[in-house]
């Protein structure tokens, strides 16, 4: 934790730049979804351009919990009770992946097409 | 005494109390807005109608999500300020915060009044009409009435109270006697509870429906020990082992049966123990006119003086002559057939063929109400683009999507127009040439000067103006509200509860900003823990933005 206050005057530029790459981030993640020569995958919005938003948004995030909320110089206790509520948050976003290849529920919602 | 580990950090975990209240509680937070995004997903694949995809502006979504990233940064300078002990720094970059604050939730509400004020009208075909309605013409079921019928155990207090103020000093009266057939001290009298010509009030309603709620209890205990006794005279035919397989057992049996059979027929048809009180009254209403939400019920046929029923949600009938109940749109903004696409290939029909025979593309005008040619010439136009986008698709094997093909944007409807101004052509289809075509942007490129601009009143003069849709022809209608579909109500959702953080969040950082002088004098590393721990509750509101701005505002 950076107490005294030359450790804290150091950082300075470490903010400024991270909020730079925000921005930056911010910037691009428009561009690849509205630019017609960075669409990636199938013409207009398909799961290419989900996968890559999400990980640009996924950076993002992690700047800011690493730098802005100090995460790089905690002490443990602080990591297990964020890495177990992130933990917890992948198995909410994952009970998606049980729908999806639960066949009784699957074939149900989303019934076959003719020809399929 | 004082409270320990406020500032000092314990020695087995090397922090303080507020450290590690705020990470749990962030903690729990996560749990929050995870549980909304699972939804989210869940909500969007397994969706039945198509998903409105860029159906927000982007350029407020961007502008807040700048906007948020600078406070993240100026509120880590300002604990940073406390920490080396300058109070100006701290006042600087926290005063920034909150301004950035307070600047996000003017974005947020324009947005919100934005959508509030946009409407959308599905008709039977499940094609979508948007635009902003006409307020001189009421969005409303009218019917001048000739009767009122009334199921009374599931009447409403509102709807029925909205009738009865309507109605003013016309008071709808009762049609017909309301005779009940009572029972007391086994003697069974009947009599007139409410003599044709009552007035209708609450009062009359709840008093027959008492009356009724009474006989049907008492008729269906009769009922079920009339069955009873058959059953056991059944039951008492067949208790002969002996004599199964013999004749006399099978024709005793088929004897009880036939009798239970035709004692039912009796409980249905006798009603000679029976109590009497009608679950239905009407009431004359001699013509007079209703205005109703439609939200209420639904109306059997809106054409301007023919018969027509409004049948509300609570089962009341309004039974006359329709008013002209036509849904107006002052201007129309938006067309979409995906979903009517969607249904019609469930079903194994020819989409383009039901488009061409939708309500929307034939609007019969009439009087003032001239839009509708303008909407089917909108939709020939768009037709010639998307068949010039699909070639040049196709060369660089691509498909045109759903959106590109069935959704025409007031973007798109402005440039139509430009390019009929450019050409001289005669209709919008003509002026859309392989030569410029391209100057028509797709959907899934918003253009962020429309977003700084707005409608203006030079776009509006491009869009269809005064669309009259039959009532009967309009399947669902609303605002862009969280009624509207899943899609708004998860938006409105989350984006809610992100906002209300936002505001929760400034005014904590508030009060350390205008009530933390006196802490920072009597114990400055006081203070810069308290603004350290709302930092970090303002790091995850942005955390959250960041994810929120790509899910709702480019997917």
């Known amino acids: 934790m950076a107490d005294s206050p030359e450790e804290i005057k150091s950082h300075f530029k470490q903010y400024g730049i991270v909020g730079a790459i925000l921005f930056a981030g911010t910037v691009l993640t428009v561009a690849v979804a509205t630019v017609p020569a960075l669409d990636i995958g199938g013409h207009g919005f398909d799961k290419d351009d989900a996968i890559l938003g999400m990980c640009i948004a996924t950076v993002k995030a992690s700047l800011v919990a690493i730098i802005f909320m100090h995460l790089n110089h905690e002490k443990k206790a602080i990591y297990w009770i964020f890495l177990g509520a992130l933990a917890f948050a992948a198995v909410l976003i994952g009970l998606f992946a049980l729908a999806m290849y639960d066949p009784i529920t699957f074939d149900t919602l989303l019934p076959a097409k003719p020809g399929q | 005494m004082e409270i320990p580990y406020i500032v000092n950090a314990r020695k087995d975990t090397g922090l303080n109390n507020s450290k590690i209240a705020i990470w749990l509680f962030l903690a729990s937070e996560v749990m929050l807005f995870g549980g909304l995004f699972s939804s989210y997903i869940f909500l969007r694949v397994f969706a039945d109608y198509p998903w409105p995809e860029r159906a927000l502006p982007v350029l407020p979504g961007l502008l807040n999500t700048f906007i948020l990233i600078a406070s993240s940064v100026t509120v880590v300078f300002a604990w940073a300020g406390l920490k080396l002990r300058n109070w100006k720094m701290f006042v600087g970059n926290m005063s920034f915060t909150i301004l950035c604050a307070a600047i996000f939730m003017v974005f947020k509400a324009r947005e919100y009044s934005g ?78 509870l409410y003599a044709a010509g009552t007035k209708l009030s609450p009062e009359v309603i709840a008093t027959a429906n008492v009356n009724f709620i009474k006989a049907r209890t008492h008729n269906q205990e009769l009922r079920t020990q009339l069955l009873k006794d058959a059953w056991k005279e059944v039951r008492d035919a067949s208790k002969h082992p002996e004599l ?77 002559n329709a008013g002209d109940s036509s849904l107006v749109y002052h201007y129309v903004d938006g067309l979409d057939f995906r979903h009517l696409v969607m249904k019609a290939e469930e079903k194994g029909l020819d989409a383009e063929a039901l488009i061409e025979k939708s309500p929307i593309l034939n609007i019969h005008d009439h009087g003032k109400h001239t839009g509708g040619a303008k909407i089917r010439e909108i939709w020939e136009a768009h037709k010639v683009w998307r068949s010039f986008l699909a070639t040049e698709l196709l060369a660089k094997e691509r498909v045109p999507t759903e959106v590109d093909l069935y959704r025409v944007t007031w973007h798109q409807m402005v440039a139509y127009d430009a390019l009929k101004k450019e050409t001289n052509a005669p209709t919008l289809a003509k002026a859309v040439t392989a030569d410029n075509w391209m100057k028509v942007k797709d959907d899934h490129q918003p253009s962020m000067i429309y977003d700084v601009t707005g409608i203006t009143d030079e776009h509006k003069a491009t869009f269809p103006h005064h669309v009259s849709l039959a009532r009967d022809e309009v399947r669902f209608d609303s605002v862009f509200s969280p009624k509207m579909n899943n899609y708004y109500a998860i938006y409105f959702t989350i984006t809610g509860l992100h906002g209300l953080h936002v505001i929760g969040g400034a005014i904590v950082l508030g009060y ?43 997917m």
């Open chain 2, 244 to 320: 199964v397989g013999s004749k006399d057992y099978d024709s005793n049996v088929k004897a009880a049966v036939a009798k239970a059979h035709n004692d039912l027929i009796d409980i249905s048809e006798s009603n000679n123990e029976f109590l009497i009180a009608n679950g239905n009254m009407v009431f004359n209403t001699n013509g007079a006119e209703f205005r109703l939400n439609t939200g209420w019920g639904r109306i059997s046929n809106s054409t301007k003086g023919e018969a027509t029923n409004v049948s509300l949600l609570d089962g009341t009938v309004l039974s006359g």
């Open chain 2, 512 to 554: 350390y900003l205008f009530f933390g002088r006196k802490m920072y004098l009597a114990n400055p590393e006081w203070l810069a823990n308290r603004v350290e721990v709302g930092g970090l509750f303002w790091h995850f509101v942005d955390l959250v933005w960041i994810f929120v701005f790509p899910i709702f505002y480019l």
């Open chain 2, 115 to 192: 959508k509030f004020h946009h409407h959308a009208s599905q008709t039977e075909d499940y094609g979508w009409v948007e635009g902003h309605l006409d307020e001189a013409h009421p969005n409303q079921y009218i019917v001048e009435s000739d009767q009122i019928n009334f199921t009374i155990e599931s009447t409403t207090p509102n709807y029925l109270n909205e009738i009865i103020s309507q109605a003013g000093n016309k008071l709808p009266t009762l049609a017909e006697p309301y005779k009940v057939r009572e029972i007391s001290k086994g003697e069974f009298t009947e009599t007139v």
